[in-house]
């Protein structure tokens, strides 16, 4: 079955924080019975100084959906909420040792529940912005519509570039013929074909006009449009020098010794070359200092 | 044998003791190839005749031509279906079931995307299939229909020898994937108007990786695979000796025990089914309960979802699967539960229990204590349930910010 590690199985079959806490005033409620998987967070939360004392889990769902749940209730309890509503769902799953790709959905799940529960603490409204697809690369965890969306945002066009954006295609490239069928689909909403044959990412001719600042200020935003994905995965990445067409940032966190980071800088070149409309090389920042030991 | 009860048997079957005994020696003195003219070849060859003829007899077949060996139920389906569309290239229609096992489900859509019309007959609450809707899609257009003869989910069994009848009489070839029937139902294809026939050795106690497509003499035919001249040139590759011996003899070992399978598993089941209804509330049957297998039993338990009901099943012993959409890895529950209207609060929780021979009654009775606090174990913690029955309108009691 599952590979599911010891860590999952043993909150599986001993589940802690099993059921609603008494005198809650926060609760969360995600998921649906059509999904297989729903989940009704309970918190009780001191009212002065925001923390929580209690929280409990009802889960439908199968086991590591109801892992993922104790092991949240176990995460949070005793947090401040402001504190609580940083772990996010990478952090369960490590709690966890770990969940297959098809399973990671669980510990977003749990995740949700927590925001929900602590808007409906404040009064707020809760609204859900992810959706889920269908996995389509087991590799990396990516499903249908993160590939559609991030096709769409993008004008993506060749596998490749899927690959460079999401990171979807690029380990053992079983899952590419259906990449290629989302590419097909997508395409064919502007009308267009997909062609097997093109090359990624042509880019377009240098915009002229843009001064030195302008320039260093459009880099800047560029690079805030794709953090999220690299935080998104316990990374990051820094703008350290710029110097012509050779731009060179700092890869931080878990995107430094990911043995992706060369897809990833790939990734962040186009999305910048793309953006400025020019030529440029994104180079890590170690290669600036070889370069100056060099004298070059 | 093992420790565990092993109720998963749809899924595979425990290779026979005797079949491994009757298998071995092809791995070692026996190596020759059946092609072979000298000593060596030669003796294979004969073992693989016999074997051929095992499975005519098992299957009702006329003539032991009629037996092709092929690599599995899969690769069966898949040589059936492209033979009747490329030997007759004008039609370009297909009719199959929404319930159909993937293996001719997702070469359907496949075929669909290089533009064939499929039609997919649905089915009723209980698993049925709309015969009079089905006999207004035959036509000239239709190259071939594919209907599963057993549910590998529920059991249920289709009508096969009479949809292939009304094939027939309207000229289209008829092919029924019987995976999980063969060994399990008396079959005489001799006597029914079926073209072809899909069946896999790992169902019926011979080992993986051996399969047969059964094809009538004079149905048209364009092989999956060309090369030598193995089989008759319709499947082509040297054969898998070994395989074909130990399903021989599975053949013969499952003719032999024809009858048990139709009382003592039977028995068996109808036992485990009703200990179980006994017991837990809230939970039903899936399929045609008076028209299927005699080995297998589909139970839906609400309000909780398969996998976990699998995994605390395991780890008493005990193996069983569902078809719920956390052992797919997909989003959703079967399709074959889908395609049955069987509700969501239900459809994920459905657990299937397949028997064998080689299970006892003892087992069953095991098996019926062990669910019940399982069941209960699992509505404890589901948001959908309080104390002795499910929350008062579930879907509204429970209803998150977005579904
Ligand atoms: C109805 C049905 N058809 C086809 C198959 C596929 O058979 P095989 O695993 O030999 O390819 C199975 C087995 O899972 C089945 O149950
Ligand atoms: S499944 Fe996508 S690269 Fe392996």
Redesign the interface.
Known sequence: ?WDYSEKV?EH??N?RN??AVDKANAVG????????????LTLKVDPDSEVILDAG??????????ASSSALTEIIKGMKIDDALGVSNQDIADFLDGLPP??MHCSVMGREALQ?AVANYRGE????DHE????VCKCFAIDEVMIEDTVRANGLRTVEEVTNYTKAGGGCSACHEGIEEILTRVLAESGERFDPNAVAGEIKKPKSGLTNLQRMKRIEELLEEIRPNLQRDHGDVELVEVDGKYIYVKMIGACAGCQMAATTLGGIQQHLAEGLGEFIQVLPAEELARRAAMGG | MTDGIYLDNNATTMVAPEVVAEMLPFFSEQFGNPSSLHQFGDKVGRAVKRARRQVQSLLGAEHDSEIIFTSCGTESDSTAILSALRAQPDRKEIITTLVEHPAVLTLCEQLEKEGYTVHYLEVDKKGRLDIPAYYKLLSDNVAIVSVMWANNESGTLFPVEEMAEMARSAGVMFHTDAVQAVGKLPIDLKSTAIDMLSLSGHKLHAPKGIGVLYLRRGVRFRPLLRGGHQERGRRAGTENAASIVALGKACEMAREAMDYEKTFVKAMRDRLEQGILAQVGHCFVTGDANNRLPNTCNIAFE??????I???L??MGIAASSG????S???E?SHVMRAMDIP??AA?GSVRFSLSRYNTMEEVERVIEAVPPIVEQLR?????WSGDGPVEE??KA??????
Not at chain 1, 31 to 39: N, Q, V
Not at chain 1, 125 to 128: A, Q, R, V
């Open positions: 079955m199985q599986f079959f589940p099993a059921g409620d995600v998921g649906s019975l059509s999904c297989g998987d729903a989940l009704r889990f009802q889960t439908f769902g199968c086991g590591s959906a109801i098809e399973k929900a409204e809760w609204k859900d889920e697809g269908a996995l | 309000y909780i979802e398969g996998e976990a699998l995994l605390l395991n780890k719920s959409a956390c052992t890895g997909s989003l529950p969501f609060t994920h404890k913690l589901s948001p959908y579930p879907e429970f209803a998150p910010s977005y579904a």
